[in-house]
């Protein structure tokens, strides 16, 4: 307020579970905050612009550092690499899309999802991004949302996949004939937006050998690839 000024520690008082409490003084105040991202090097660790994925807990601040930290914009200009075989149940780049590099290292990423949006993925959305050397599999369960992917959901800007092995099962029920509309699932990218000139998609050296399919009919869904 114009009269009274009040800091952590200071009037406000930190609960230890995520709350914090204060007096309200006799005027009209005005509050602010700044939320930091504490790394447990133990799961995710930084090194310079290269950063490192060693377990789940790892992969799930990987994706919450993307959706929250404007900062670190997509982590643009930096790379991650994955230091284990891991299983996760999170998708990266759910808000803000991922920009940066990431590197499997061989590794293979378990990625089991119950779809509740287009685009689903273990990396729904990227910008200018580089995946390679990354083996994925797991089960995405897509009802009927659509342009799912096993590596992407959607990609805008340059995307470039190089050396991945992907094995990911995608079920859906989307039902073309009574939809008249194309699923447009991808066993490695499901939707690609092309919106300036020149914009490149490039994979090579990589293969799909998972399986798109209805657990419910056959030859009902469209528009795979």
Known sequence: GDNTNMSLGNGI??????TYTFNMPSEDV???ATFNFPMDENNFAQDGDT???????????????IQYDANIDGFNGKTI???DNITVTKMAGTVHPFKGTFDGKGKTLTFNYIADAMYSAP???TNGATIRNLHVTGLIEGGLNSYIGGLVGSTEGNITIRD???STNISTTFDSNTLSANVGIGGI???IHYTTYG??????????DGLIYNPNYSGMTYGCG
Do not use: P, S
């Open 81 to 83: 690499e994955l230091a």
């Open 123 to 125: 990396f729904q959305n």
């Open 51 to 65: 950063y490192t994925i060693k377990n789940a807990d790892g992969w799930n601040y990987f994706c919450q550092r």
């Open 199 to 208: 914009q490149k998609c490039k994979i090579t050296g990589c293969v799909y």
């Open 189 to 191: 990218v499901g939707y």
């Open 30 to 32: 005005t509050l602010g």
């Open 13 to 18: 008082t930190d609960n230890g579970d995520n």
């Open 164 to 166: 991945c092995h992907v």
